[in-house]
Nanobody, 125 residues
Framework: QMQLEESGGGLVQPGGSLRLSCAAS????????MGWFRQVPGGEKREFVA?????????NYEDSVRGRFTISRDNTNHTVHLQMNNLKPEDTAVYYC?????????????????WGKGTQVSVSL
């Protein structure tokens, strides 16, 4: 069972940057697509943010973050990162790391096999 632990959240002003990290406990990390979802306070659904294939060769982004966020991974150290630039108040949410066998699985939140506990990102003056 792969454990995922997020870090790097915090409070930042609009236009600022944060870098989220997700550390995995198992070597199977290297064979899984990894990604990020977010959930706003009081929201019912987790929204897809970004995902990256097992070897880092392909990445997908939600339209509102494309060009501002960059996902990357380090299979040697079992970590995935989300660099978030030009943050906006509407990016405020709890960000969750997730893992699934295929990049295409990230179309469906229910297809995620592994979840972290989340890290809070707040964008405010």
């Amino acid at each position: 069972q792969m454990q995922l632990e997020e870090s790097g959240g915090g409070l930042v002003q609009p236009g600022g940057s944060l870098r989220l990290s997700c550390a995995a406990s198992e070597r199977i990390f290297s064979t899984y697509a990894m990604g990020w979802f977010r959930q706003v306070p009081g929201g019912e659904k987790r929204e897809f943010v970004a995902a990256i294939s097992w070897n880092g060769g392909s990445a997908n982004y939600e339209d509102s973050v494309r060009g501002r966020f960059t996902i990357s991974r380090d299979n040697t150290n079992h970590t995935v990162h989300l660099q978030m630039n030009n943050l906006k108040p509407e990016d405020t949410a709890v960000y969750y790391c997730a893992g699934a066998p295929m990049l295409g699985s990230f179309l469906f939140v229910g297809d995620m096999e592994y979840w972290g506990k989340g890290t809070q990102v707040s964008v405010s003056l």
